[in-house]
Nanobody, 122 residues
């Protein structure tokens, strides 16, 4: 059974940084593409970043390109999202997900975590 658990969310002022983590268990982590999504209440979930199984290929949404970095540690079965130069519009619930491939910055997810809230104040 695939289990994904996000952590690292919180409140930060604009211009600040946060690092999200996603601990995976219950499946062959290194065989799956991984990605981060975010969702604001009342809006569709947005694919933020996606990374290949070995980490050599990455894709980002235009809204976060140059500010966010996705990475993974297959030995620790952990996915990361380093978020720098945060803006109030980055405020959302952030979810990690596992899937077979990516469509740009969107992982075609088969499993999701419960999410971690990020709030950026101006």
């Amino acid at each position: 059974q695939v289990q994904l658990a996000e952590s690292g969310g919180g409140s930060v002022q604009a211009g600040g940084s946060l690092r999200l983590s996603c601990a995976a268990s219950g499946y062959s982590y290194s065989n799956y593409y991984m990605g981060w999504f975010r969702q604001i209440p009342g809006k569709e979930r947005e694919g933020v970043a996606c990374i290949s199984t070995g980490g050599s290929w990455r894709a980002y949404a235009d809204s976060v390109k140059g500010r966010f970095t996705i990475s993974r540690d297959n030995s620790r079965k952990t996915l990361y999202l380093q978020m720098n130069s945060l803006k109030p519009e980055d405020t959302a619930m952030y979810y990690c997900a596992a899937g077979q491939t990516c469509n740009g910055a969107t992982v075609l997810a088969r499993a999701w975590g419960q999410g971690t809230q990020v709030t950026v104040s101006s």
